[in-house]
């Protein structure tokens, strides 16, 4: 997989955090663009390592993985959670940064709980939001999918990890 290095900072590391190049290690990613929910050398629990390719590009590959945490649709298909963070930035383009903070739990295969944190000074646009966030869901795979939306002042992270999770599946665990 290629590595869009405008966006991400990959790092593999070893168990003792010593950068890894070429060789096996845990897969650690810094946005550098998402700023409704930066993440800073965050650990995605996935095993990799990074190469260059013959046209000097930067390629992860990925060689096994976490107890995944997918999207888990009514027909099977499993899907990446990553599609949310793409939509509250689409959303965040439009409305300018309105999002601060956002947590996805599936509860069950038709069911989803959203928490989103709105910037203190348009949390008057709770609706606009609520019916953006529907609407771009409409046009996925999610159509025939209940969204239940509230608003909060803070999401905290897990008391265990100390992480803030942007999506946890109660179908499969987080």
């Not at 897969?27 to 190469?51: F, H, Q, W």
């Not at 060689?63 to 959670?81: A, D, F, V």
């Not at 949310?84 to 599936?106: A, H, S």
């Amino acid at each position: 997989m290629h590595i869009n290095t405008n966006n991400v900072y990959v790092e593999i590391l070893d168990d003792n955090g010593n950068e890894l190049f070429d060789k096996k290690g845990k897969i650690y990613v810094t946005s550098l663009l998402n700023k409704a929910m930066p993440l800073i050398r965050y650990e995605i629990g996935d095993i990799g390592k990074i190469c260059i390719n013959e046209k000097d590009d930067y390629i992860l590959e990925l060689l096994s993985g976490r107890k995944l945490n997918y999207i888990l649709l009514e027909n099977g298909e499993k899907i990446s959670p990553y599609i949310f963070p793409k939509i509250i930035e689409q959303i965040n383009d439009e409305l300018g940064e309105i999002i601060i903070q956002f947590q996805i739990i599936q509860l069950n295969i038709r069911d989803f709980l959203i928490y989103f944190v709105l910037n203190p000074q348009m949390s008057n646009w709770s609706i606009a939001v609520k019916n953006k966030f529907v609407n771009y869901m409409n046009f996925t795979k999610f159509k025939n999918v209940n969204w239940e939306i509230k608003f909060l002042k803070n999401i905290y992270p897990d008391f265990n990890t100390g992480k803030l999770s942007f999506f946890i599946n109660k179908l499969i665990g987080e």
